[in-house]
Antibody, heavy 115, light 111 residues
């Protein structure tokens, strides 16, 4: 079945960067975009951007422009989301999700930013 | 940016009774290809979101038929015909016509 499996929880200090991975299985990785969405504790869903795994083309929400980078390694069907200059407000669960239809979702990766 | 406004924020429902969630967009969600990219998601406590409905009214595989979506243009509705205990969670609408944006969520709980 189609599955997205994300990397484990991270704890980072303010100003650092974090890189979250999302490994796809059960379908052809390069055939569907990957989106990244985050959710602060007790809050709603916030779209961060998308990446086309075939071309590597990306599109980022304005809020994250300059701080987020989405990449991929097609040989291992894995997408990555790197967020830099972390601040406490970036503490959240980060999800990857397939395609513009946003289905299915990964299990989420908790990123905690704390000094 | 397209703003998605959901109501109500919280929805206490009696088991077996219907529930309805409204979602309004700040501009039309009809895309140039004629499709309307409006989806509904369910997020149970402690779980990742799960898509229930895509393109306004199409139920995903495995989604019970008590869930239905309707609407057009800027006004959309998710209905649960008879709420069951497993339906507790937060429901989000999402538009995919102009990039992606989510509604603020509606928490469904049992009275």
């Amino acid at each position: 079945q189609v599955q997205l499996v994300q990397s484990g929880a991270e704890v980072k200090k303010p100003g650092a960067s974090v890189k979250v991975s999302c490994k796809a299985s059960g379908y052809t990785f390069t055939s569907y975009d990957i989106n990244w969405v985050r959710q602060a504790t007790g809050q709603g869903l916030e779209w961060m951007g998308w990446m086309n795994p075939n071309s590597g083309n990306t599109g980022y929400a304005q809020k994250f422009q300059g701080r987020v980078t989405m990449t991929r390694n097609t040989s291992i069907s894995t997408a990555y989301m790197e967020l830099s200059s972390l601040r406490s407000e970036d503490t959240a669960v980060y999800y990857c999700a397939r395609a513009a239809g946003i289905d299915p979702w990964g299990q989420g990766t908790l990123v905690t930013v704390s000094s | 940016d397209v703003v998605m406004t959901q109501s109500p924020l919280s929805l206490p429902v009696t088991l077996g009774q219907p529930a309805s969630i409204s979602c309004r967009s700040s501009q039309s969600l009809v895309y140039s290809d004629g499709n309307t990219y409006l989806n509904w998601f369910q997020q149970r406590p402690g779980q990742s979101p799960r898509r229930l409905i895509y393109k306004v009214s199409n139920r995903d595989s495995g989604v019970p038929d008590r869930f239905s979506g309707s609407g057009s243009g800027t006004d959309f509705t998710l209905k649960i015909s008879r709420v069951e205990a497993e339906d507790v969670g937060v429901y989000y609408c999402m538009q995919g016509t102009h990039w992606l944006t989510f509604g603020g969520g509606t928490k469904v709980e049992i009275k």
